[in-house]
């Protein structure tokens, strides 16, 4: 390593100019000779000097004017400057350190002094560039990794029409993350989390989090199912004392229902459009990651929304915010603002009313607002599932036949891994979507007219509906007998190819010529899947008992 460094000597009187200049150059070091602050200033820019000796006193522009100059415009640069001063009083010894010095030096000059200061500050500078350096590698380090980051959690449709969100994180990394992805049955999946702590040590948890959550919602796996998941992969990796707190929402378009976890987030509200009024549900789950697999045991809201209705969804950066008295922003004020604020401007209100009570305090925690409304299916259409696998070719004359007994049909969800597996046509992939909605909707008559024996007669209102899952759920439980039988075979054409897709039950069978016959689907919330499958389907027909069903799908399709 070169010790030799190129150091600026500035001082009026020429002979204790020869002097230091004697002194520094037998070192072995560059010397610049100034004569006054004004050339010293020039001499500076033009040979960019590792150390400066400057006197206070001098001509045209003293020392101290020189060294304020100079820290002014050396914004990370660290050049060190030792002041060469006569003067012995504290004050006028304080003047320098103050003006930007780092050191100082009396005369006469004590040779040994000299030379060490020289050493000290020689490494010094070599120890900021190496600083510079690795501050440098860090930034372009952690550019890389936000991107990564970035590209894995906001992959989703944050950007729907019925969504807003709103993430004002505290450093670089977001300990917040606010997920969105649409189901293949057209519904959405939405989350939003907040990890223990702030920056890169929290966020580097939404990392597994998102890749569970996009992965298995582009499936159609159920909401539990991804919660089960998610907690599971977080609680075997995070360390102890670090958790995610969080909402996930699972809205179903068609049927007007979302269905809630809550877990350690602060209470929620649901914006009521016509009776201008809100609900507000309070958390009762822990966050994820806390409890072990066998542990966890979520429990859902269940909640019926008219179209606009609106839920809201905070961290508790947005409460816990305070102002310069130290005050919470609290939820008395948050609720506050749904009463006094026009309907289409709460979501800015909230975040305006927040900025506004910190002020200049500045926020000390990640601020994180989300708001999704119930809307129409025809507002967001059917999901743009984009296939991102590699496969160029996949199976092509194939068939499978699944049984599913009691035990299973109690808790497990078949659909997904079924899809999954036809997905592996290559040309089927683009209809994920329609596939998903075509199984979905044959399985749930299967499961609950045929294995169940329930009634689509209570779904004619809005609390039938209700009452309708609630003894689905409750029948499941006992289930002790009866089966479904999914019987899927593919075989290709000259361009493209055909699917068939049974699916039989255990039950006394379906009376589904009575919804066939109608025009119109039921003002409640029956008789609309076999009609969406009618139109998904080159041909779909039920035995004659009704308890098997066949639905023919060619493509590509010339529907």
């Not at 504290?90 to 050191?103: F, I, Q």
């Not at 300990?175 to 702030?198: I, Y």
């Not at 066998?294 to 915010?321: K, V």
Request: charged residues 25%.
């Amino acid at each position: 390593m070169n010790s030799s460094l190129r150091i600026l000597i500035a001082d009026d009187n020429e002979s204790d100019r020869m002097i230091l200049r004697s002194i520094v150059s037998k070192e072995g070091h560059e010397v610049i000779l100034a004569a006054n602050g004004e050339e010293a200033i020039r001499l500076f820019w033009e040979h960019r000097p590792d150390l400066i000796l400057l006197d206070v006193i001098m001509p045209i522009m003293d020392g101290l004017s020189v060294a304020k100059e100079l820290r002014s415009r050396l914004a990370e640069d660290y050049v060190p400057i030792v002041f060469l001063t006569s003067l012995q009083d504290p004050e006028s010894l304080a003047k320098c350190l103050d003006s930007g010095g780092d050191d100082f030096l009396s005369k006469p000059y004590n040779r040994v002094i000299l030379k060490a200061k020289i050493k000290a500050f020689g490494r010094m500078r070599l120890m900021h560039e190496k600083l510079q350096a690795h501050n440098r590698q860090m930034l372009i380090e952690q550019q890389v990794a936000k991107t990564i980051f970035d590209n894995v959690a906001h992959s989703g449709c944050l950007d729907l029409a019925n969504i807003s969100h709103s993430l004002s994180p505290l450093s670089v990394f977001n300990g917040d993350t606010v997920l969105a992805e649409r189901k293949p049955d057209g519904g959405l999946h939405l989350f939003l989390g907040d990890f223990t702590g702030h920056g890169l040590p929290a966020a580097i948890g939404a990392m597994p989090l998102a890749e569970i959550f996009y992965g298995m919602t582009a499936k159609g796996f159920a909401m539990e199912e991804v919660l089960r998941e998610i907690n599971s992969k977080l609680r075997g990796i995070l360390p102890v004392g670090v958790f995610c707190c969080g909402c996930f929402v699972e809205l179903n378009f068609y049927e007007k229902h979302a269905k809630i976890w809550l877990g350690g987030l602060p209470d929620i509200v649901c914006f009521r459009a016509e009776s201008q009024t809100i609900e507000t549900f309070r958390a009762s789950n822990l966050p994820l990651g806390v409890l072990d697999a066998h542990q966890f045991q979520p429990e859902f809201i269940n909640l019926t929304m008219a179209d606009n209705d609106e839920l809201f969804i905070w961290s508790d950066g947005i409460i816990e915010a305070r102002n310069e008295a130290g005050e919470f922003f609290g939820e008395d004020r948050l609720q506050a603002i749904f009463k006094q604020s026009a309907v289409n401007t709460l979501f800015s209100s909230i975040l305006t009313a927040v900025e506004r009570f910190v002020g200049e305090t500045g926020a000390d925690d990640d601020l994180t607002l989300l708001s999704v409304k119930m809307v129409d299916m025809d507002v967001l259409g059917l999901p743009d599932l984009e296939n991102k696998r590699g496969s160029l070719v996949g199976p092509q004359d194939w068939e499978l036949s699944y049984t599913l007994g009691p035990l299973t049909l109690r808790g497990f969800n078949p659909l997904p891994l079924v899809l999954n597996i036809i997905t592996e046509v290559e040309g089927l992939r683009g209809l994920s979507g329609q596939l998903y909605t075509l199984l979905a909707e044959l399985y749930s008559n299967a499961l609950e007219h045929g294995v169940l024996s329930l009634s689509s007669a209570l779904k004619s209102s809005t609390d039938g509906f209700s009452a309708y899952y609630a003894e689905r759920e409750r029948r499941l439980s006992v289930l002790t007998e009866g089966k479904i039988i999914i019987s899927v075979s593919h075989y290709p054409e000259a361009t493209g190819g055909v699917l068939e897709v049974t699916i039989s039950d255990s039950g006394q069978g379906f009376d589904h010529q009575l919804f066939l016959a109608r025009d119109v689907p039921d003002d409640g919330c029956s008789g609309r899947g076999l009609r969406l499958i009618d139109g998904i389907c080159e041909d779909f027909y039920y035995n004659p008992t009704g308890n098997a069903v066949t639905a023919l799908l060619r493509w590509p399709s010339s529907r």
